[in-house]
């Protein structure tokens, strides 16, 4: 039997005024898992993760963080509860020093938790060191997306919401984001990506995965394809009722939806 997953979203529906955005949307991501969420421009991505982050009013379904119903509480309450968004426009302090952008997303993790320190971010992030007393409003679109990362991981998230990251970002910089994504991945981190760019997601899949036990004791089709097809599926739902061509639920993009998984995840 699987662990219990860290977020799981259970047939949700989402409505803006009288238009329904999402129509059933399912989806699990696993302890340490890296997830991508693929979709062309208003396949409802970004609705998604507002609605997992209590931004956009679920009118049906739920989403649970370890087992506990989260959807309905306030946004700054799910936040509070483990879950760290970075959303499309990034949202970092930027009249702030880039450290004091980190000191502000300081929060206490869960009990044992390895717990993510300044130190540790400029370890994993070292472009952000040598910037540390730079105003956020004056770095770069991927320095600013770095700090966003950045800053949000201090929080300690049992879960990281990365909306479209590679977004705005010229190609040498989208490439040191996915390097980034796959560091992150091999500290045990649990991360869902919203995406349009495939062959950014498929980078991330890139690193060597033959040393994690999952794909070594899991015939691979049978490892990526049930959860994959599940959450497709899902989406494929929201698309037909709006547009026929706006996602492809199979072949390549179902294979997609799961990218990763950490080393440290045991199956
Ligand atoms: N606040 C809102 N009010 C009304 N409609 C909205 C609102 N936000 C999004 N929508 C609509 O919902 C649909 C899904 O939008 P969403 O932003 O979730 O798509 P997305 O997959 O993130 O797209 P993109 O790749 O462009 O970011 C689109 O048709 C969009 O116009
Ligand atoms: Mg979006």
Not at 123 to 143: C, D, H, T
Not at 203 to 226: C, D, E, F, N, V
Request: hydrophobic share 40%; net charge positive; aromatic share 6%.
């Amino acid at each position: 039997m699987s662990a219990q997953p860290v977020v799981q979203v259970e047939d949700l529906d989402v409505y803006y005024g009288t238009s329904q955005i999402l129509f059933g949307v399912d989806l699990r991501v696993q302890q340490g898992e890296t997830m991508a969420l693929l979709g062309r421009n208003g396949a409802g991505k970004s609705t998604t993760m507002k609605a997992i982050m209590g931004l956009a009013p679920a009118r049906r379904g739920k989403v649970m963080l370890r087992g506990r119903v989260i959807s309905g509480l306030k946004p700054h309450h799910i936040a509070r509860a483990g879950l760290g968004f970075v959303p499309e426009d990034r949202q970092i302090f930027p009249d702030h020093t880039v450290e004091d952008n980190l000191v502000i997303g300081q929060k206490k993790g869960a009990e044992g938790q390895d717990e993510w320190s300044i130190r540790r971010v400029y370890k994993v992030f070292p472009q952000l060191e040598p910037l540390r007393y730079r105003i956020a409003g004056r770095l770069s679109g991927g320095e600013q997306q770095m700090l966003a990362i950045a800053r949000t991981l201090m929080g300690n998230p049992a879960l990281l919401l990365l909306d479209e990251p590679s977004e705005g970002l010229a190609p040498i910089i989208v490439q040191r984001i996915g390097e980034l994504l796959r560091q992150l991945r091999g500290t045990g981190a649990t991360v869902l990506i919203a995406e349009q760019n495939m062959h950014f997601c498929l980078g991330l899949a890139a690193t060597p995965l033959s040393s994690t036990r999952a794909r070594s004791s899991t015939p691979r089709q049978s490892r990526i394809s049930k959860p994959t097809i599940t959450f497709a599926s899902a989406i494929s739902r929201c698309s037909r009722k709006t547009d026929p061509f706006l996602f492809q639920a199979d072949n390549e993009w179902c294979k997609l939806h799961r990218v990763a998984r950490s080393p440290y995840k045991s199956g």
